[in-house]
Nanobody, 115 residues
């Protein structure tokens, strides 16, 4: 079955960096649009960044210039490099794989930015 396993979350001070990774299995990875979403306490889950099967990227305005999404189709991984982190980036970050109406989610990884 499809599995998405995130890693790389943690605690970081404002201005710091973290790199999230998502390892996919049980799927034809290269066919899927991959995305990172986040959900803060009491809020809905929102898109942060996504990358198509061809490598086109899209970012939410609040992370443009700070976050970079990338994928490695040979390794079945998608990553999110997060720089210049802010307290408002604190959330659980989820990996998502989507093709057509089919969508899969990882279990999430916590990112906490604190002073």
């Amino acid at each position: 079955q499809v599995q998405l396993v995130e890693s790389g979350g943690g605690l970081v001070q404002p201005g710091g960096s973290l790199r999230l990774s998502c390892a996919a299995s049980g799927m034809v990875f290269s066919a899927y649009k991959m995305g990172w979403y986040r959900q803060a306490p009491g809020k809905q889950r929102d898109l942060v960044a996504e990358i198509t099967s061809r490598g086109s990227t899209n970012y939410v305005e609040s992370v443009k210039g700070r976050f970079t999404i990338s994928r490695d189709n040979a390794e079945n991984t998608v990553s999110l490099q997060m720089n210049s982190l802010k307290p408002e980036d604190t959330a659980v970050y989820y990996c998502n794989a989507k093709v057509g109406v089919v969508s899969f989610w990882g279990q999430g990884t916590q990112v906490t930015v604190f002073s």
